[in-house]
Structures are given as structure tokens and as C-alpha cells.
């Protein structure tokens, strides 16, 4: 099945610690993205790439990196310098990053920092 | 600027009742499209339908239809005879050839009670 593909579902945090979120997709799209949902709130982009070994930086970038080595994956590393890192974090990806392409998005990873 | 409002944080409908969605929106673009997810609670965001700008056709898919008014910048979303499992939250979003960003609004959580 064709999708996007994220892990660990769940994943637990201590403070100091950096975490990397998985993602890959395999609808052989070049766009990816990372947003990141706080309760009670819309979406924020913290990450996009628009093709292997490229990437920008979104509304709330700081505290978080990225690469783009493969087309099908782009992990996101939550660092120490995250000041609230607990959220939901979805990825996404989409044909290409123009606007009239739809974004399709994975099932998402919950972070909670203990 | 970009924004999308949905002024509506909670809608609480008994089954079988019908539902309006509202969704208004803001951009300096003439070139935009709108689209609407669900995101049950698995969290996964689902895509339900996407508009552009020059089409201001209504769409009805099954129980879902949508009201695309340029006049009063509105998109919005109606399901027809709810059911317990068009509980969700309903995102509305706008992307626009600016940015190319997707811009989320807040949210409308929908409880269906049997």
C-alpha cells in the first residue's frame, strides 16, 4: 500500500536528550514536510524539503533539524535546544511544493518529555 | 497576510442530524486553493477535498458537501444525516502561490452523540 510512514508511534523523552522521529513515504513524491500540533491548535511547519538534499526552515524551526538523504525519507531530530518539545508531530509530503498539489500526511508520533 | 479562521472550537450534533462547518479565509492571492481534513482520534489527518480558486462549483461527495463563496471568503463543509464516526477534528486549510505554505485553521472538534 502506498503511504507514509511514521515511528515510533509513541515515544518518551528526558530532558536533555535528542530524539529522532522516522518518516518515510513511498507515493514517490518530492516534497516532505514536518509540522508540528500542539492541543487545541492548528498545524505549524517546522521543516520542508522540496528535493533530496535540500531542505528549509519553516514558521518554528528552532530546535529541531533535519536531512533529506534518500527521496522516500526525512527524519526530524528533536534536540536539547527544543524548549517544549512535547507535541504531536506529523509528516507529510505532497508531488511537488507547488499549492495546487495536496499534502498527504502520516499517521503522526506523539513525544512527551519526562 | 495568510490566514484561515474557524470560528466554531466545538459542535456537539445528535446522530442523524445535519452539520455546517464554517471556514473563512484571507489571502492577497488571486491564485488559492482550499482544502479540508479530518483528523479523527488516531490522530492521522485525513484528506477529504481540495478547491481552487476559479471553481466555485459546490461539491457533493455522499454525506459531505462543500459551499466555496468568494464573496464572503468562505468554504464551507456540511455533512448530512451525521454519524458516530464523523466524530473528529476538521481542519480547514489555505495554500497560496506566495508561499506555497499551508496554513491551518484551529480546528472544529465534532462530537456525534448516538
Known amino acids: 500500500d502506498g503511504g507514509i510512514t511514521q515511528s515510533p508511534k509513541y515515544l518518551f523523552r528526558k530532558e536533555g536528550q535528542n530524539v529522532t522521529l522516522s518518516c518515510e513515504q513511498n507515493?514517490?513524491?518530492?516534497?516532505m514536510y514536518w509540522y508540528r500540533q500542539d492541543p487545541g491548535q492548528g498545524l505549524r511547519l517546522i521543516y520542508y524539503s522540496q528535493i533530496v538534499n535540500d531542505f528549509q526552515k519553516g514558521d518554528i524551526a528552532e530546535g529541531y533539524s533535519v536531512s533529506r538523504e534518500k527521496k522516500e525519507s526525512f527524519p526530524l531530530t528533536v534536540t536539547s535546544a527544543q524548549k517544549n518539545p512535547t507535541a504531536f508531530y506529523l509528516c507529510?509530503?505532497?508531488?511537488?511544493?507547488?499549492?495546487?498539489?495536496?499534502?498527504?500526511f502520516g499517521e503522526g508520533s506523539w513525544l512527551t518529555v519526562v | 497576510a495568510q490566514k484561515v479562521t474557524q470560528a466554531q472550537t466545538e459542535i456537539s450534533v445528535v446522530e442523524k442530524e445535519d452539520v455546517t462547518l464554517d471556514c473563512v479565509y484571507e489571502t492577497r492571492d488571486t491564485t488559492y486553493y482550499l482544502f479540508w481534513y479530518k483528523q479523527p482520534p488516531s490522530g492521522e489527518l485525513v484528506f477529504l477535498i481540495r478547491r481552487n480558486s476559479f471553481d466555485e462549483q459546490n461539491e457533493i461527495s455522499g454525506r459531505y458537501s462543500w459551499n466555496f463563496q468568494k464573496s464572503t471568503s468562505s468554504f464551507n463543509f456540511t455533512i448530512t444525516a451525521s454519524q458516530v464516526v464523523d466524530s473528529a477534528v476538521y481542519f480547514c486549510a489555505l495554500r497560496d502561490g506566495a508561499t506555497n505554505k499551508l496554513i491551518f485553521g484551529t480546528g472544529t472538534l465534532l462530537a456525534v452523540q448516538p
Open positions: 507529510a509530503s505532497s508531488r511537488q511544493r507547488l499549492s495546487g498539489n495536496t499534502i498527504y
Open positions: 507515493l514517490n513524491h518530492d516534497a
